[in-house]
């Protein structure tokens, strides 16, 4: 019997044709991919330089209570490995350069423990979890909270998109690794201004969806965050377009430029995002998984959890888009594990 969070996730799935449907993409850069393909991963994901243009926005108070946010704004210190792609990067797409997150503490002034927040694809903004998660993290876990804003999304997305998101993941294979690309380093150097600046002891990062599989990928390249805590995501990327009813776009797309599923699995196995393994230890990372996800399917998240060690895992009932429903859930297994961790270590 399908559950009712599969059924969300499917209505979900067919309402993206609606979207998705507009347009699919337009270039074909499967042949550019070779700066990418078997590339070791210091090269695809290099470490960022301390930042010295971060700029701070006047605080405000947030909701009336003790609590601002401020907003921090940078240039992005991406750096593109196509050379064909280079042009779309720093024409069409310059938006992309600038760099944003937001910044929510105390109004007496910042704490020692800092959480990242990833968020996930097609959100044109912060609000949602403004309102409803992240001061529930800033005050139950006692950390300050930094939501940063991923490529093509938010002031980062182009006029030229239809809506925001819609770059990010596409066929378009160049300017969908890029972007991943993009969010890690961006990630990165957020958590390095943290540490080296602005003097945080602890420094961990979390995200939903997109953002929980990029969380992921952050724990694989050194220096490290001090714990993750990825939400209803993995990396088998290969395996999800394949499967995932929300990418079925890419995959169509994929089709029609003439690259059949073999040709697509064997891509996607040379990117290497699925292969990818931790240098966190399974102590400092708390996963979080739907059990009916039609999308992050739980077989290939307990494929990469085994291939990870298994890590702490918590299971959440219902699909990827009723997780909201299991917030609290969420917030309480968070701040026990947080509570727990080995700190100094």
Request: net charge neutral.
């Amino acid at each position: 019997m399908v559950s009712f969070g599969e059924t969300v996730d499917r209505v979900v799935g067919l309402g993206t044709h609606l979207l998705h449907g507009l347009r699919g993409a337009s270039e074909n850069t499967a042949g550019d991919l070779a700066p990418y393909l078997d590339t070791p991963v210091d090269i695809l994901f290099p470490a960022p330089v301390v930042p010295r243009d971060i700029k701070r926005s006047a605080p405000r108070v947030n909701f009336g209570r003790k609590r601002v946010i401020e907003t921090l704004r940078w240039h992005s210190q991406h750096v593109v490995l196509c050379p064909h792609y280079r042009t779309r990067h720093s024409g069409e797409y310059w938006l992309n350069q600038r760099a944003t997150a937001r910044w929510i503490h105390p109004s007496g002034g910042q704490r020692k423990r800092a959480l990242i927040y990833v968020h996930g694809w097609l959100e044109p903004g912060p609000w949602v979890e403004e309102a409803l998660l992240l001061p529930r993290l800033h005050d139950e876990l006692g950390v300050d909270v930094f939501h940063i804003q991923l490529p093509f999304h938010g002031s980062r997305n182009p006029r030229s998109a239809l809506f925001h998101g819609e770059f990010f993941w596409t066929a378009d294979l160049v300017r969908t690794v890029e972007s991943v690309r993009q969010s890690i380093i961006d990630v990165r150097t957020l958590m390095l201004w943290l540490r080296e600046k602005q003097g945080y002891e602890e420094v961990g990062v979390t995200g939903i969806s997109l953002g929980g599989g990029l969380t992921m990928a952050i724990a694989c390249v050194e220096p490290t965050p001090d714990y993750i805590v990825p939400i209803i995501g993995h990396l088998k990327l290969g395996e999800a377009v394949e499967e995932a009813p929300i990418l079925w776009r890419m995959k169509a797309d994929l089709e029609r430029f003439g690259i059949g599923e073999s040709q697509r699995r064997a891509l996607f196995d040379r990117l290497g995002l699925g292969s990818l393994r931790p240098k966190l230890p399974p102590a400092r990372q708390l996963w979080v998984e739907a059990t009916d996800d039609v999308y992050i399917t739980a077989p290939l998240v307990k494929e990469q959890w085994e291939e990870w060690g298994r890590p702490p895992i918590e299971w959440i009932p219902g699909g990827h888009m009723t997780f909201p429903l299991s917030l609290g859930r969420i917030v309480t297994r968070l701040k026990r594990f947080h509570a727990e961790l080995p700190r100094g270590g």
